[in-house]
């Protein structure tokens, strides 16, 4: 089995929202950072949003996600989440989760651990 699942992809219509979800198994997820990033075919991948270890409660968004994308984290069900609202047709892509001891290679995109992608749709 994979380390890294993401779940929750689909097709919706603009304006809509979906939740993506990033379960870790085989390890404790309070001790990693994790990543979501998305691509679309010819494109290079892009971080979507970040969200650091344990209690710290810090994250980082892109600014084309900003206060549409809420991402937050269960450490008790090992899980991330991408809440996505709004969304928009250029929000279409393949959506990746990814986790890494370190802040910084969360955030050059370098994480070490990387799920399969769950594929989100978004029609005018």
């Known amino acids: 089995q994979a380390p890294l699942v993401e779940s929750g992809g689909g097709s919706v219509q603009a304006g809509g929202s979906l939740r993506l979800s990033c379960l870790l198994s085989g390890a404790s997820f309070d001790e990693y950072a994790v990543g979501w990033f998305r691509q679309t075919p010819g494109k290079k991948r892009d971080g979507v949003a970040a969200i650091a270890w344990g209690s710290t409660g810090r994250t980082q968004y892109s600014d084309s996600v900003k206060g549409r994308f809420t991402v937050s984290r269960d450490d008790a069900k090992n899980t991330v989440y991408l809440q996505m609202n709004g969304l928009k047709t250029e929000d279409t892509a393949m959506y990746s989760c990814?986790?890494?001891?370190?802040?910084?290679?969360?955030?050059?995109?370098?994480?070490?651990?990387w799920g399969q992608g769950t594929q989100v749709t978004v029609s005018a």
């Open positions: 990814a986790a890494d001891r370190t802040w910084g290679s969360i955030l050059r995109g370098t994480p070490k651990i």
